[in-house]
């Protein structure tokens, strides 16, 4: 069996969590989130944990095993305590500010680099950036598209 599969999954107080299906909800203090988990996996609520199981040893069984595990416990976490990545700006001419929704980037480009709060992240911004969601995957995609913003190393390569 896949040790992260396995591995139950702790429900924290002030957390509900239901199974209709296929799809999985998870309700908390950040908000709602659903999923709808591959028709094979089954998922159990016993008490305050989850068990995912999988019907055999087949490959795809085995993928899907860890995987609906993971997105159950990343849930989870994002509707108690949330995601935040922090990004660091350094250098000569590199800033960034918050006006209103707008973080507005001076990134050693010749015009400023504009992006809008969504709902669902909010940016804050005292020395460095520090995107925050409840889903894992929307932070990191906004995180990832603030960090492409960036020249990098020289003639505009990558620094590394």
Known sequence: MSRIGRAPIEIP??????????????????????????PDMTVTVEGNTIHVTRPSDDKMHRSLHGLTRTLIHNMVI????????TLEI?????RAVKEGQN????????????????????IDVPNHLTP???QKL????????????????PNGRSAA
């Open 13 to 38: 107080a002030g957390v509900e969590v239901t199974c209709n299906g296929n799809v999985v909800t998870v309700k908390g203090p950040k908000g709602t989130l659903s999923h709808n988990v591959h």
């Open 90 to 94: 350094n250098g000569v001419g590199y």
């Open 132 to 134: 925050e969601a409840e």
């Open 103 to 122: 973080l507005v980037m001076h990134l050693g480009f010749s015009h400023t680099v504009t992006v809008s709060e969504t709902a669902d992240i909010q």
């Open 78 to 85: 994002g509707v108690t305590e949330g995601f935040s990545k």
């Open 138 to 153: 929307r932070e990191f995609e906004h995180a990832c598209g603030l960090n492409k913003n960036s020249q990098g190393g």
